[in-house]
Each structure stands twice: as structure tokens, then as C-alpha cells.
């Protein structure tokens, strides 16, 4: 989910929650002043400013439930499951390495600061550090179970465990402020118990002794050890050559592993190219963009640009009468890029196995005109299983005259008049890196017999593997390093587990 997406969850949210609250407080108030003052001649004031900071904690909270309880999308395939190994998502995210990934753990610490700060503003008895903590333990601990028990989310620990970090962040920012504010009420003259009323803060006040040097100190322990965690993590990555490959993310399985027949394994190993990919910036998805676009005689509509993470959406001015337009979607790396003539939608053939009569060099020609480049020895198919007039060109890696290796899919669909409707360009061009040392495939069956490997399959029972081949292929990694892997092509029973790839760089 991309910020944009998240501030825009979180509007509407917060929306919803001003309006339930504001509507609670006006039947509060309405009952306060005819039943409990006129009728019951009740003689308690009400500090307005302790309400006021109540109706903030009751949005909070309501704006809480409602992105982690009722947000659009949930009730998918994994949603009502659980993850009940601690850290398990930072480990994900540091194989990973992506920036959403640490986005996501970094928002789940910060949506509960604000608990943190309100609950001991809001309650005078929960004033003590461990009474919020606990407060912040309970409420994210009731959201998981709910996640769990309806299905509208998943129940994860380490979840509770952010959370409550936050929680316990967001009490030392209230302890500064408690701090702040004692040392100017000393300095001042003596303020009116009416004006701290108003305040909403006079039981802090009398309590102020809580609020010293030495306790708002231990109370940032929390922050600071959060912040260094995460300098620690990064600095770490940055100092790496390499980025991380999520195949590394291995645990140790119980296997019991033995080679099909046949199946022969070899103890040598030559260096091997590492290469990398190219990571274009917004620039130069633009060129693409503009370039395809004038080719139709028009250009981006602005306001129509959509970013995302890894990609970057462009739409073109409308065409014609029927308003259609352009779009291209251009990821980063490559860039690869997918075009889309809006206009000839519905022209397709839908009938399967329908014979357009395009040939091979038909097609080169069309792609080509577009300037796009097809590798030689890149092999044609037709895709005509669901419907006719879909193209493949396949190239399982090459290096061609210019040094660079090439490898990827370009696929298109053209109309019975030959015009092309969708193009998706994914033949991504590598460039020559550094050799390096790897492991042999005998050293890489020893560590598939060990059971260190990764897999999302098989729910960590015992597995029976029957290895039927091994390949050498090539992975990119979260750096954008296009890296050697050996891919065990296997049997495992009635596990979903056909492919088990280890890292084959030493």
C-alpha cells in the first residue's frame, strides 16, 4: 500500500470517527445538562478540557479500529490466519529488503504512539509507565484476536510487539511535555485550580513529582533503542556488496532427500558472472512514456500519473470521439514497461485457436516499428488457449554482441486489422558485474539434505524429497544484483513443493 493510499485510508477514517464522536458528545452533554443537573440537581462540574481530550482519544481509537478492523480488501486468501513467530516480519523484510516492507513495520510502531501520550492525559490513574504500557499490550492484543476470530486480518505477534513499542514511544513524548510543563509551572506564580482544570492536566500537576529528569530519561529508553535497531539494520545492508536473495531466508526442516535415478550431481564449480540490472529513474520512464505516446499523436496527461514503489502509471490525453487513451505501466528495473491501446479493446478475436494469419516476422515487424528490441534467437509461440491474436517471443538467456544479457518475455496482442492493442515488454538487458566464487551442485544438494532452504510449503511437517534435476539459474537480488542459483526440480509427495532453489554464491 503505497502513503498516499494510507493517508487516504486514513481520511475517511478519521472522518467517520469525528462524526460518531461529535454525535456521542452532543448526547452526553444533552443528558449532562437535563438529567444530571436539572433533574438530578448534580453538583459535579466537568472540565472541559479533560473532554476535549477524551473526544481526541475516542477518534484515535475508533480510527484505529477502523483501518486495522473494517479497511477495503480484507477477507483475501490469508486474512483470518496467523504468524505467531516473533520478528518473523523483520526477518521477511530484511531478505526482502524492500521499502514498503519496512514502511509497513515502521507505521505499525507509530499508529500507536498517540495511545501512548493520550491514555495517561485521558486517565489520571493509568499516570505510571507500566499502566500504559499495559494499556497498549491489551488493545492491540484485543485487535489481534478480532483479526483472528472474524477473519478480518491476520493475527500477528509481531504486531503486539510493534504496537506496544509505539505505545511505550509515545509515553516518553508525554513524559517530556509533563516535564516541560512542570518546570514552567514552577517558574511561573502559582496558577488557579480552575485554570489547570480547564486544562485538563491538574491531576499531573499534583503529581508532578513522577514527571523528573531521571524518569523522562528512562522513559525514552524505548525510542532510543528502537532507533538504534533500525541505524544498526541499515547500516548493515548499505555495507554489503550484495543485496539479500528471500531464498535466504532458510530455517532448518526436518527432509529426508534422495536423488531420482539417473540424476547424477557434480562436485566442480567455475566462477560465474554476477550481473546487474539497471534501475531507471522517473525521467526516463517518462521518455518511454512520451515516445509511445507520440507515436499516437498525443502526450501524458498529467493528472493522470499514478506512482507507485516500483512503478510508475502514465495515461494519455483522450483520442478520438470515444475519449480513449493511452496507458503504460513502466517498472523501474529494466525498465520493463506494459502498453495498452484503450481504443481497440473489444476488437480482439475471443474465439480460441482462431488463425489471424500473422507470422513470426509479421509480428517482429509491428514490435519493431514500436522500437522495440527482440533478440535473434528469442523463440516465437502463439498463445491462443483463451483467446486469438496473443504473441510470445521467449529468451532464456543470452549474451548478445553488445555484452549484455539478455533474458525475458515480450508478449503482444493484435487485432484481426494488425494494429497492436497491449504490448508488455519484459525482456530486461543485464550487465556484466564482477566473477565470483560459487558452490557445486554436490555442496548445494549437501545443504538441501540438511534441511536449510526456503519454502512456503509443506507447514513445516517432515518432508520426503525425491530430487529429479538441478539447474542453474540466475536471481535478482534486493540490490539489483542478477545472481546464480541452483534450482532442485523435485517430488515431494503431496506437499506443494516442486522447486527448491539455494543460493549458489559462496
Given at each position: ?66 483501518v ?40 505499525n ?13 485521558c ?9 500504559t ?50 518546570a ?25 513529582k ?26 548493515a ?36 558472472e ?13 521518455e ?140 530486461i ?40 534435476s ?24 503431496d ?12
Open positions: 500500500m503505497r502513503i498516499s493510499d494510507i493517508i487516504s485510508l486514513g481520511k475517511e477514517a478519521l472522518f467517520l470517527a469525528i462524526i460518531a464522536v461529535v454525535l456521542f458528545a452532543a448526547i452526553w452533554l444533552l443528558g449532562y445538562k437535563l438529567i444530571y443537573k436539572k433533574k438530578m440537581h448534580g453538583k459535579k462540574q466537568i472540565s472541559l478540557g479533560k473532554m476535549a481530550w477524551i473526544c481526541i482519544f475516542a477518534v484515535y481509537v475508533i480510527v484505529v479500529l477502523l486495522t478492523l473494517a479497511r477495503p480488501g480484507m477477507g483475501g486468501v490469508y486474512e483470518g490466519s496467523s504468524n505467531w513467530k516473533p520478528f518473523s516480519s523483520y526477518k521477511e523484510a530484511w531478505y526482502n529488503f524492500q521499502p514498503r516492507e519496512w514502511r509497513n513495520l515502521i507505521l510502531i507509530c499508529m500507536f504512539i498517540p495511545m501512548g501520550v493520550l491514555v495517561p492525559i486517565f489520571n490513574k493509568i499516570d505510571r509507565a507500566w499502566k504500557y499495559l494499556c497498549g499490550f491489551a488493545f492491540t492484543l484485543l485487535i489481534e484476536i478480532t483479526q483472528l476470530v472474524t477473519g478480518r486480518g491476520v493475527f500477528e505477534t509481531d504486531d503486539i510487539i510493534n504496537n506496544t513499542v509505539g505505545t511505550m514511544i509515545g509515553y516518553g513524548f508525554y513524559a517530556i511535555v509533563m516535564l516541560v510543563i512542570g514552567i509551572k514552577r517558574g511561573k506564580a502559582r496558577v488557579t485550580e480552575d485554570t489547570e482544570n480547564n486544562l485538563g492536566v491538574n491531576s499531573v500537576f499534583k503529581q508532578r513522577r514527571h523528573n529528569g531521571r524518569n523522562c530519561i528512562l522513559a525514552q529508553i524505548p525510542l532510543a533503542l528502537t532507533i538504534i535497531a533500525f541505524v544498526v539494520v541499515f547500516a545492508y548499505n555495507s554489503r556488496e550484495y543485496g539479500n536473495l528471500f531464498i535466504d531466508n532458510t530455517g532448518k526442516r526436518s527432509v529426508n532427500v534422495f536423488l531420482a535415478d539417473g540424476v547424477e550431481l557434480s562436485d566442480k564449480a567455475d566462477k560465474l554476477v550481473y546487474t540490472v539497471h534501475r531507471a529513474d522517473e525521467d526516463e520512464t517518462r518511454v512514456a512520451e515516445k509511445y505516446f507520440s507515436k499516437y499523436d498525443t502526450e501524458i496527461d498529467e493528472s493522470q500519473t499514478d506512482r507507485y514503489d516500483d512503478t510508475i502509471i502514465y495515461k494519455s490525453k483522450p483520442m478520438g470521439n470515444d475519449g480513449s487513451d493511452l496507458s503504460i505501466w513502466c517498472d523501474y528495473d529494466g525498465p520493463t514497461y506494459s502498453f495498452t491501446d484503450f481504443s481497440l479493446i473489444g476488437e480482439t478475436v475471443d474465439s480460441a485457436g482462431q488463425d489471424l494469419g500473422f507470422t513470426e516476422e509479421d509480428v517482429r515487424k509491428k514490435l519493431e516499428a514500436l522500437d522495440i528490441f527482440i533478440p535473434e534467437n528469442a523463440v516465437f509461440s502463439i498463445d491462443d488457449i483463451y483467446s486469438s491474436g496473443n504473441y510470445k517471443f521467449t529468451d532464456k538467456g543470452e549474451v548478445l554482441d553488445d555484452g549484455l544479457f539478455y533474458k525475458g518475455t515480450i508478449e503482444c496482442t493484435l487485432v484481426p486489422a494488425g494494429e497492436v492493442e497491449s504490448v508488455s515488454d519484459n525482456m538487458k543485464y550487465k556484466p558485474y564482477k566473477d565470483v566464487d560459487v558452490i557445486s551442485e554436490k555442496e548445494a544438494y549437501d545443504q538441501l539434505c540438511a534441511g536449510k532452504f526456503y519454502t512456503d510449503g509443506a507447514n513445516g511437517r517432515k518432508l520426503d524429497i525425491e530430487v529429479k538441478v539447474e542453474l539459474i540466475y536471481m535478482d537480488d534486493s540490490k539489483g544484483y542478477y545472481r546464480p542459483v541452483y534450482e532442485f526440480s523435485v517430488d515431494a509427495g506437499s506443494d513443493v516442486t522447486n527448491i532453489m539455494i543460493d549458489a554464491m559462496k
